[in-house]
């Protein structure tokens, strides 16, 4: 019996799904507790006056298992590229041809909203995914480092310069 792979777009109903396969990746990249987006923001930030965000979903047989989750972002040298914040195919649906299909259709919707370029980060341990994305003749760097600020350094730091 074939198995049947479909991308779609995600909707409003996937999202309690989007939030699994969100903690399985924080999970499988050993940060599992740093996951504290709720449903409810999920839904808010996804489906609300102004999206932040959209998903693709794969499913197989009818059942979700993979999350290409992206949003654009603006380079003020280059434009617009779509941002791949999350992208995953749950542990036990790997090495079936969803990723491929999944990061396809996701170079499709680049082509569709005429972005400069799809970029994603890597964790340099992560050798499947790395030699995954090779696949594709991406670049992966290890020039850039990242920088972040967290909600609460963000109100300790506007506190302290509100003085």
Request: some cysteine.
């Amino acid at each position: 019996m074939k198995r049947e792979i479909k991308i779609r777009k995600g909707v409003k109903k996937d999202i309690p799904n989007v939030l699994k396969l969100i903690k399985e990746l924080a999970e499988y990249e050993n940060a599992k507790e740093e996951v504290i987006i709720t449903e409810k923001q999920l839904e808010l930030d996804g489906f609300g006056d102004y999206p932040y965000y959209q998903f693709l979903i794969a499913e197989y047989d009818n059942i979700i298992v993979g999350l290409s989750f992206y949003w654009i972002r603006y380079s003020t040298w280059k434009g617009k590229f779509l941002f791949l914040e999350d992208f995953v195919v749950t542990k036990k649906y790997r090495r079936k041809g969803i990723g491929a299909k999944l990061f396809e259709k996701t170079i499709d919707i680049c082509k569709e909203l005429d972005v400069n370029g799809m970029i994603w980060q890597v964790l340099d341990w992560n050798k499947p995914a790395i030699n995954f994305y090779k696949k594709y003749d991406a670049t992966i760097s290890s020039k850039w480092l990242n920088g972040k600020l967290t909600k609460e350094q963000i109100d300790k730091m506007h506190t302290e310069i509100s003085r």
